[in-house]
């Protein structure tokens, strides 16, 4: 089914790019350039994202106001550091009418959720313009990293990068590259994000996958608006090689497989799954080995 | 669930009702506040009785009846008007924290001012008397406009996705933010995204930066059911075992 469905591990999308700012090479700043482009061409005037605070060393929610704020923010991919709890402080705070977010696929699900309901307040309802899906793994928790990079035998182990490469995850300090398997990274994942089943941030506008391949990260795109980032940017980008999506794919892949082991070993053991009961199971069994189904999103997700 | 009205009058309007037991009113000023979307409506909905809105002393025959506060027991005004709503009305929707799940009352120990007649109170969906009658649940304190909107929406068209999750919450007598610990935190389903906390009306949780999970503080929660309702790991789309 994984061989078949491409839609099953990275969500419909249009258009796929990659995409290499100016200046230091690292995913961080490529999504950082796809902000300002963001602000650029007024499709926000503000953005929510997760920010890794290296004083506290804490990762803490943000709300960046304008293009200039960008250069502060330090997206730390992989913890989700609570952003949506921002979403009320703005409310109250501030005025804004376009409003962005830079989010893993559970931080756009809670929005999308409360936009489909209406829970929460109404600016969370009708402000949101444009959806940055950061393409997620598995969350991890700060002790996690730290614990990963003791295995490591990392003595002072301060790190500021994250990100995927060569189907590997990799830890970055000022000095440093620590690379880990996906089986060491799960060992220390969100118990929560075992049982995820959008890895691509499928209810996003456009998704950004914190990988790293020559300087470039992988852009897919969904929607017609996310398109106009494209238009003479200010970063450099390149139409995806069939390459460059299949390395994330087979990542995204292992992870899935993963995932769906231990959805099953939670329904043996009668805990319940996120999203899943009863009839979402008979429904995935019956995709499962029904390889005629054609909207896998639409009778799953 | 499908279910049909029965009582339409000639002009094929759903006819409302608005009934208020031991509350603030502010689930009814939630539904005025939906002020810009509320005209599209009245096209095909009718006020029937609200004691804000209306001039009526009688109820009339209502299609829905949507009910905010508690029931105090032994009360005699409620007592009269919950079996006159459930003679009157085809459905009852329980709307806001108080009705639903208790909400703030529970923490009200009776024979206070300016109520000193209400002696104990207890949510709606409590009442057996109603049971069968109470399809929905509408969480919140007070809920969201929008959701009442929505929902009000849904409710026209029959949509039973969406209605499915508060038709659930009717079997749920108790709500807080230990749903949130019980039910997503103690379950592994977490994953620190902090809609809850958006969620919260009177910030009884917080977002622990060290653990990224929300942490309560009892003190300050009304019980009103909307973080539970906001949790992406709860029900989407399809309603979860979530309330106790």
């Known amino acids: 089914m994984f061989g078949l469905y491409r839609q099953f591990t990275l969500g419909r999308y249009t258009k796929a790019f990659i995409i290499k700012a100016s200046g230091e090479a690292s995913s961080k700043n490529n999504l950082k350039a796809l902000i300002k482009e963001a602000f650029r061409k007024d499709l926000i005037d503000g953005i929510i994202g997760t920010s890794l605070n290296k004083k506290e060393g804490f990762v803490s929610p943000v709300f960046i106001k304008c293009e200039k704020e960008v250069e502060k923010f330090e997206p730390f991919f992989f913890i989700h550091g609570g952003q949506n709890s921002l979403l009320k402080k703005i409310t109250q705070k501030y005025s804004f009418e376009k409003l962005g977010v830079a989010g893993h696929s559970c931080v756009l699900d809670g929005i999308n959720k409360m936009q489909y309901f209406g829970i929460g307040s109404n600016f969370t309802v009708t402000k949101f313009t444009l959806k940055i899906g950061i393409a997620c793994i598995g969350a991890i928790s700060l002790e996690g990293i730290k614990c990963l990079l003791k295995e490591k035998k990392v003595k002072n182990p301060g790190f500021n990068e994250i990100f995927l490469e060569n189907n590997k995850i990799i830890l970055k300090n000022k000095y440093e590259k620590f690379d880990f398997s996906a089986k060491e990274y799960y060992y220390y994942l969100n118990e929560g994000c075992k049982v995820c089943m959008n890895l691509s941030s499928r209810g996003s506008d456009i998704t950004f996958v914190p990988s790293l391949r020559n300087g470039y990260s992988l852009v897919l795109v969904r929607s017609a608006k996310a398109l106009k980032l494209f238009e003479n940017p200010g970063f450099s980008v390149k139409k995806a090689e069939k390459s460059d999506i299949e390395e994330f794919e087979s990542l995204a892949k292992n992870f899935l497989k993963k995932n769906i082991e231990t959805i099953l070993e939670r329904a043996e053991f009668g805990i319940p799954s996120n999203k899943w009961d009863g009839n979402r199971f008979g429904r995935f069994t019956a995709l499962w080995n029904n390889i005629y189904a054609e909207n896998i999103e639409e009778e799953v997700f | ?244």
């Open chain 2, 1 to 244: 669930m499908i279910y049909s009205f029965d009582n339409f009058d000639k002009e094929i309007k759903v006819k409302l009702g608005f009934f208020h037991l031991s509350s603030c009113s502010g689930c009814q000023i939630a539904f005025l506040d939906m002020f810009e979307e509320l005209p599209d409506i009245l096209d095909t909905v009718e006020i029937a009785y609200s004691n804000m809105l209306t001039n009526r002393k009688e109820i009339p025959k209502l299609n829905v009846a949507f009910i905010e506060g508690t029931f105090s027991i032994g009360f005699k005004h409620h007592i009269k008007l919950i079996k006159e709503i459930k003679e009157k009305a085809d459905i009852i929707v329980a709307i806001g924290g108080c009705a639903a799940f208790g909400g703030i009352r529970r923490l009200n120990v009776g024979a206070q001012s300016p109520q000193p007649s209400h002696q104990a109170s207890i949510p709606i969906t409590e009442l057996d008397y109603l049971k069968g009658k109470i399809k929905y649940v509408i969480p919140g304190c007070p809920p969201n406009p929008y959701f009442l909107y929505k929902f009000l929406l849904a409710l026209l068209e029959l949509n039973e996705e969406f209605l499915r999750p508060f038709e659930h919450m009717v079997f749920s007598t108790f709500a807080s933010g230990y749903d949130i610990l019980m039910e997503v935190v103690n379950k592994g389903l977490c994953t620190g995204c902090g809609t809850c906390i958006c969620a919260c009306p009177t910030k009884a949780l917080e977002f622990s930066k060290r653990t990224q999970r929300p942490t309560f503080n009892k003190l300050l929660c009304v019980g009103c059911g909307s973080c539970l309702a906001g949790c992406p790991q709860s029900f989407k789309p399809y309603p979860q075992p979530v309330y106790g």
